[in-house]
């Protein structure tokens, strides 16, 4: 086992890595950005070194500096989690070239697997089954479109170097097939240096489920079982669970099989994932293989009880696996939840802020969290805006789901705008609760297709929640009414009193909100022991104490509520009852879409990828104007209605802060 290793990535999964790596008494070297210093995971590591700008290009992706950084410090390997360079296979002949192990397949394996287009013509010579295609290399427009039309539509644009939803487009009509072209590719050169990409048949209501495989260098190589990955949003996941619903003994081992040939055609060593795209009829097909360690990969640790990191590291080592196929056995039912500062009423655009409160459920045998952020972070636009990852295991479905919901209601994040909320109504979801039954339920369009359950229409802050963030306030202010008595050398002076008392005022406050674009007025009344409040429902006695960390215990009209209220610049977020209500605590201005001037904002930070418009060009309501690029998702400008173009603030590859007016139009008469 090696003594010290390198670990070439960021985040909740440079903090997994350190902290097995801990257990096993292997020391760890971490590396970070100028965007990270100070961050979580070059704490818990035993040395930190910075390589670079915040850009992921930089710092991140700089193979060099990060070889450099483990011959300085004497790290025998280099572990690259996911994403970045852990799938880059002129990384991997460099660490082998610099006498540093690579935890991870060989550079062939990856070379194999990296091309989409390549490795589904290896899988069809493997005699693994294949979703109807073009893969060639020749990329010409019209080509494409002639083969989209033979495979017939609706198709799926894939970037060949792609993963992650990033450079896909699914094309419904013929009509659309160019635009779709021209923006997969733009999204696969920025997001991967490479804008080839492939088609294959988009398959209606399809499943998503992968199979663990892992290989050593002696020639022994299993499967760990499958995981669904089909609750997707933008083909991006957002809960896994393992083992899949409604899946035969007989077909989880006919497709862990077929994994292995997979793997075993590449030479593959290491830990490895082989999705499949599975049909209606429970048919399946080779999708892509990923030549690392996945995200979701602590469902599989959960119900095979195998540190999967472990695993890595012992056979980067050179030790042959630790168990072979016949001693591996699942137990239970485990699920992933992904949290992300996410706007998913906004379609589900990237947030970007500072953590302004930060409460985790506790980890137990049932519940694990997977993070590397704290109270007081920056989540910035360079890097993908994933903050935790909730997993909760239990003996069964039903039961882990209930710890799933469990944990997320008890999960309190303010600061940012998180999918916290969508997560729990994705959980409480009948048709995602049914798939045990009924795993036809299940499929990647599920999400898309309950939309209405799952963003229902806003509800206003109940009398209870609104008594709760008043009773914050009044406590805020009792405190520091004692703090001034306590600073005071007066003894008869008024700021001794901390009952309410007002100079030329009754014993009374008001209190004004906005409540998701309502005013709410509510006003308190000091009495002994406590508030009478009047609210828009009614009157309320309250009284209560703050015991630290935002945390309140309440007495409402004779019933005790505990709460956690968080104050922010410019607004309260009241954390009770498993659920978040934010309320403003003054006005902030707003401008109508459809005001003169016709103002188009950036609708976060990012960059101008492209202008599709000129000064002076008339436009019709909803034609494309402008693209931009935050958190590596390009997001389109469109115009709100028919007009000419008066003036363009911004050139392709500028940068642009959230909010930016990046065109000005005139409105037709």
Known sequence: ??????????????????????????????????????????????????????????????????????????????????????????????????????????????????????????????????????????????????????????????????????????????????ESLYGARREAKSSFGDDRVLIEKYLVRPRHIEIQVFADNNGNAVHLFERDCSLQRRHQKVIEEAPAPGIAEARRQEMGKVALKAAQAVGYVGAGTVEFIVDASGHFYFMEMNTR????????????????????????G?????????????????????????????????????????????????????????????????????????????????SALRRLRSALAQYQLAGVKNNIAFLLNLTSMTAFEGADAEPSLLDTGLIERHGADLFPEAQPASNTVLALAVLSELLRERERARNLASASTDPYSPWHLSDGWRLNEDNHHTFGFIDDGRRVTVTAHYRAG????????????????????????????????????????????????????????????????EEPGGLLVSPLPGSVAQVLVEEGQTVDKGQALMIVEAMKMEHTIAAPHRGRVAQIYYSAGEQVAEGAQLLAMEEET
């Open 530 to 593: 406590g508030f009478l409040l009047v609210l828009p429902g009614g009157e309320m006695r309250v009284r209560g104490e703050g015991e630290g960390d935002n945390y309140i215990v309440a007495d409402i009209d004779g019933g005790r509520v505990t709460a956690t209220v968080v104050l922010e610049a410019d607004a309260l977020t009241v954390f009770a009852f498993g659920a978040c209500h934010r309320l403003e605590r003054q006005r902030l201005a707003s401008v109508e879409d």
């Open 1 to 178: 086992m090696f003594e010290k290793i390198l670990i070439a990535n960021r985040g909740e999964i440079a903090v997994r890595v350190a902290r097995t790596a801990r257990r096993l008494g292997i020391r760890t070297v971490a590396v970070y950005s100028e965007a990270d210093a100070g961050a979580m995971h070059t704490e818990v590591c035993d040395e930190a070194y910075l390589i670079g700008g915040a850009a992921a290009r930089d710092s991140y992706l700089h193979g060099e500096r990060i070889i450099q950084v483990a011959r300085k410090t004497g790290a025998q390997a280099i572990h690259p989690g996911y994403g970045f360079l852990s799938e880059n296979a002129a990384f991997s002949r460099a660490c082998h070239e610099a006498g540093i192990v690579f935890v991870g397949p060989p550079a062939s394996a990856i070379e194999a697997m990296g091309s989409k287009s390549a490795a589904k013509t290896l899988m069809e010579q493997a005699g693994v089954p294949l979703v109807p295609g073009y893969h060639g290399d020749n990329q010409d427009d019209a080509l494409l479109e002639l083969e989209a039309d033979r495979i017939g539509y609706p198709v799926l644009i894939k970037a060949v170097a792609g993963g992650g939803g990033k450079g896909m487009r699914i094309v419904e009509q013929r009509k659309a097939f160019r």
């Open 318 to 398: 050179g030790q042959s696996l630790p168990l072979m196929q016949p001693a591996l056995e699942h137990h239970g039912h485990a699920f992933e939840a992904r949290v992300y500062a996410e706007d998913p009423g906004n379609g589900f655009l990237p947030a970007a802020g500072i953590i302004s409160h930060l409460h985790q459920p506790r980890e137990s045998a049932h519940v694990r969290i997977d993070t590397g952020v704290r109270a007081g972070d920056q989540i910035g636009i360079n890097y993908d805006p994933m903050i935790a990852k909730v997993i909760a295991w239990d003996v069964d479905r039903a």
């Open 293 to 316: 360690l996945q995200v979701e990969h602590p469902v599989t640790e959960m119900i095979t009880g195998v540190d999967l990191v472990e695993w890595q590291l012992c056979v980067a």
